[in-house]
T-cell receptor, first 111, second 116 residues
Framework: RKEVEQDPGPFNVPEGATVAFNCTYS??????FFWYRQDCRKEPKLLMS???SGNEDGRFTAQLNRASQYISLLIRDSKLSDSATYLC????????????FGRGTSLIVHP | EAGVAQSPRYKIIEKRQSVAFWCNPI?????LYWYQQILGQGPKLLIQ????????DSQLPKDRFSAERLKGVDSTLKIQPAKLEDSAVYLC??????????????FGPGTRLTVT
């Protein structure tokens, strides 16, 4: 079983749609969680951190469920510019905070 | 603020040849990471440095890959000899600290390696 699992998609949605991605992690010692965005042939960039209480940034909402060991990303009112790959990142405690990336979920927003 | 710099941007070599990649992190960032990203997959951490010490290199194929971060600033990643399966994008990232987990990683543009 992989440490961090994501549905690769692609998720193909029309503009204005709401779309949600999940990411599951296997190591219960995981302490820090993030969503990164990667555009085609570009480097990943931080989209948002995921806190225990959940957090929202405009159209984006991230949630953490420690009991079930998953994090989620909700995008409301999708824009064409949201088309990208969304990478889930989990950092394990133990003094080193080693980051582990999921394979990413591809989102395509069409007119 | 200048970002993470990497060179070269592209490299094509034949199998069994050697190659080296260079990374200059954001000024003041103590933690430096090297990732390998194969097409269609997420970045895989190869090695993480805290200043000039190695924090984790458990996924670095040490029979052929080596990395160093002399003086705790720039870093080089070397592959010797290269195999076809090493074809990938090699990403360098830096963050302000690795002591606490909640620090953003800033990525360079990557080096796209093709091994023929």
């Amino acid at each position: 079983r992989k440490e961090v699992e994501q549905d690769p998609g692609p998720f193909n949605v029309p503009e204005g749609a709401t779309v949600a991605f999940n990411c599951t992690y296997s190591n219960s010692a995981s302490q820090s969680f993030f969503w990164y965005r990667q555009d085609c042939r570009k480097e990943p960039k931080l989209l948002m951190s995921v806190y225990s209480s959940g957090n929202e940034d405009g159209r984006f909402t991230a949630q953490l469920n420690r009991a079930s060991q998953y994090i989620s990303l909700l995008i409301r009112d999708s824009k064409l510019s949201d088309s990208a790959t969304y990478l889930c990142v989990v950092r394990i405690t133990g003094g080193s905070y080693i980051p582990t990336f999921g394979r990413g979920t591809s989102l395509i927003v069409h007119p | 603020e200048a970002g993470v710099a990497q060179s070269p941007r592209y490299k094509i070599i034949e199998k069994r040849q050697s190659v080296a990649f260079w990374c200059n992190p954001i000024s003041g960032h103590a933690t430096l990471y090297w990732y390998q990203q194969i097409l269609g997959q997420g970045p895989k951490l190869l090695i993480q440095f805290q200043n000039n010490g190695v924090v984790d290199d458990s996924q670095l194929p040490k029979d052929r890959f080596s990395a160093e971060r002399l003086k705790g600033v720039d870093s080089t990643l070397k592959i010797q000899p290269a195999k076809l399966e090493d074809s990938a994008v090699y990403l360098c990232a830096s963050s302000s600290s690795g002591v606490a987990g909640d620090y953003e990683q800033y990525f360079g543009p990557g080096t796209r390696l093709t091994v023929t």
